[in-house]
């Protein structure tokens, strides 16, 4: 199932008047998953003139208005680029965003709050105090329990 998101891009590096195919695949905004097959190929040429001052809404067809006086064609429609910055603040995609960065400072503070308590269990309490057992030696000698024979 494809959900549009709204999202576009502009190709800033196309030659004008020069003929261009374009293909996208995709994958989710987290970088998750895997890359979508690749679209058919979409030709496109653009445009050699200035932008007009008006600019259609997204999504509109703007119909060329340039003089045809020897062609009787009807002018073709074409789709012009929105000069409206791109605001790419998804609001499923910010939710996304926090969360995983909770969950990292979760763990980052975890790791450090084990590292702190191994630091402070195996440091040795100085030179006069008397030596802690070994981190895994038992808390009780064994020649100490009741009921153990002595060899």
Do not use: C
Request: hydrophobic share 45%.
């Amino acid at each position: 199932m494809v959900e549009p998101a709204g999202l576009e891009e502009v190709i800033t590096d196309a030659v004008a008047g020069l003929p261009h195919a374009v293909r996208v695949s995709a994958r989710d905004f987290l970088d998750a998953g895997t890359w979508s097959a690749w679209s058919p190929e979409a030709w496109g040429t653009p445009s050699t003139g200035p932008l007009p001052k008006e600019i259609p809404a997204g999504g509109q067809l703007y119909m060329e208005k340039e003089p045809q006086a020897d062609s009787p064609a009807p002018p073709r429609p074409s789709l012009l680029p929105d000069l409206q910055p791109l605001v790419h603040r998804d609001p499923l995609e910010q939710v996304a965003v926090l969360a995983s960065l909770g969950i990292f400072s979760f763990l980052g503070l975890a790791a450090g709050a084990l590292a702190l308590g191994l630091w402070l269990r195996l440091r040795p309490d100085g030179k006069d105090g008397p030596q802690k057992p070994g981190f895994l030696a038992p808390m009780i000698p064994v020649d100490k329990l009741p009921g153990a024979p002595n060899l």
